[in-house]
DNA sequence: ACCTGAACACCGTTCAAGT
DNA sequence: ACCTGAACACCGTTCAAGT
């Protein structure tokens, strides 16, 4: 380990680039959340100061916008491809839909950072390759809007919801001891305040968050579909 | 008014109590967004140090979330009180969403705080009022939490996306005046990367938000009955 | 019990100075 | 053109000291 870090060229030598320093945000975003990316951190990754980070980035705002996108091109490349690929709208929808829900998964704070993108290019094409599905639907002309965004929503929804748990979950327990935990406390939850929450409580414990998501999906497209 | 002030009863004798530096917290983040609300800025309008309030509230965390809690609390009984005067399931979901909403808007740093709060305790509240509803729709009870976490998931990503918004445009231009420069941006965009997203540029222009917020309310309602 | 405010350990960002 | 790192103006939070 030792031998082979001595071995390597030496990595100070790359110059520094806008790419170089989105990758580096990325990774320190991904070990240790929005807390973590910090301009002295990522100079100290870099091997640099903080102020050459500057003459790149204006930002520390650009710089989590230009991380944002970068995940979300990543997953909406992959998701568009099996969406085009002579499959129905229902499935290029859900195909979309779960490219984005496992983007989330995978860096959690993108979840936070979608609902602020200021020049909102990532949300965009998601929003235009739901919209495509829509179209293909054969919906109306004038429900494309409602129905584009009703998805796209829905999908941010859910995004906020998983990052927020994957922030209060410990990292050392998993999804399914998380959902019991949650699932109990719904349980134990005032019986006259909350009926319906202790009505659900079970259901919450054995379902797969995945699916789960999915399900609203297909309902959604079931509320699509009925505009015809 | 100087005079007024100067005949007002002195301020500070009130005692600090966790009640008022919520309030404050409030009054700040209305006025200034999130970043407004500092230790020093709130100690300064309860004219006193950082340190007192710190006796009252553990933390910025805390702080925050008891904000949120208020405000929606507040949004919740109104909106409650509506929904449960003899309406359909129909109108009492939207009246429930719709009180959401307007609370979003009248407070926006509140659209990202639900994204994260911690304890939950207003999400909770919101998710078991549109649940009762969803019962009330004579869905099948394996079919509850599906349909009531989809229109919660709705209600959240439409209020991530205006505080976005809200945050994102200048404020001193009106609501149709940053719907118009968004949509004119969105007519001149690549004609074949972005062929849906051009297309539904117009519709974008003449549309209210909470118009169309609540067709949005309505599809998922019409996705929600089709489980029958 | 409750408040005060200086002090600590951080931030993002700037900028003179270097190469 | 690009990088360096000290310095500035902030943060949240703590804590000895006061009442």
């Known amino acids: ?86 499959a129905t709208p229902r499935e290029a929808v859900r195909s979309l839909a779960v490219g984005v829900f496992d983007a989330i998964d995978a860096h959690p704070w993108i979840g936070t950072q979608l609902a602020r993108a200021p020049a909102q290019s990532p949300l965009l094409r998601i929003f235009e390759h739901l919209g495509r599905q829509v179209q293909a639907l054969g919906v109306p002309q004038a429900a494309h809007f409602t129905a584009a965004s009703a998805l796209l929503n829905y999908i941010l929804g859910v995004g906020g919801q998983n990052a927020a748990n994957a922030l209060e979950r410990r990292p050392d327990t998993t999804r399914a001891e998380f959902l019991d935990t949650v699932s109990t406390s719904w349980a134990n939850l005032d019986a006259d305040e909350y009926a319906f929450t202790r009505s659900v409580a079970d259901q919450l414990r054995d379902h797969d968050d995945r699916e789960e998501f999915l399900a609203g999906v297909d309902l959604i497209v079931a509320g699509i579909t009925a505009l015809r």
């Open 1 to 86: 380990m030792a031998a082979s870090r001595a071995r390597r060229p030496e990595r100070r030598e790359e110059p520094l680039s806008r790419e170089r320093i989105v990758e580096a945000a990325i990774g320190l975003l991904d070990e240790s959340g929005e807390g973590g990316l910090t301009f002295r951190a990522l100079a100290r990754r870099l091997a640099t100061g903080p102020g050459a980070i500057y003459w790149h980035v204006t930002g520390k705002d650009e710089l989590l916008g230009a991380a944002t996108d970068a995940v979300v091109t990543g997953a909406m490349t992959a998701a568009t491809a099996t969406a085009t690929a002579g």
